[in-house]
């Protein structure tokens, strides 16, 4: 059983059928924590003109919301709102704060991320606790 459990969220489409909460609340110890964490990317700066001036806001807070019916059907759940690059944020997250197991569902990949790499391939290769990948 693990400690301290992250669950990177994302809202993107494809997403919906895959459910990390209860295998997060079956992995983590008695007494251990979950933490769920959604990192919001930086908008482009050409869409940024076309966007309401409280954007950026008011998504958090929707986010936030969000998160936090999530995190009332846990255990000892946290809820983290936080900027960055989604691969990048998520690694260094889960090492600050001591994370010792992220659970993260992964879409099917095409060919983008045959070249790009998705969130979840690069979470994989580089973090340095165990991941649990949903598919």
């Not at 999530?70 to 709102?81: E, Q, S």
């Amino acid at each position: 059983m693990y400690k301290h459990v992250l669950v990177p969220v994302a809202f993107d489409a494809g997403f919906e059928h895959l459910d990390p909460l209860p295998i997060a609340k079956t992995l983590v110890a008695g007494g251990g924590k979950i933490s769920l964490l959604h990192v919001m990317e930086e908008v482009p700066s050409y869409a940024v003109s076309f966007m309401p001036d409280d954007f950026r806001n008011e998504s958090r807070d929707a986010i936030r919301a969000e998160l936090q019916g999530m995190a009332a059907r846990l255990p000892n759940a946290n809820v983290w709102v936080v900027d960055g690059h989604a691969g990048r944020t998520v690694l260094d997250w889960a090492e600050e704060h001591a994370v010792d197991l992220i659970v993260m569902a992964s879409h099917h990949p095409g060919l983008g991320d045959y070249l790009l790499g998705s969130t979840a391939a690069r979470v994989v290769r580089h973090a340095n606790c165990s991941v649990h990948v949903i598919r």
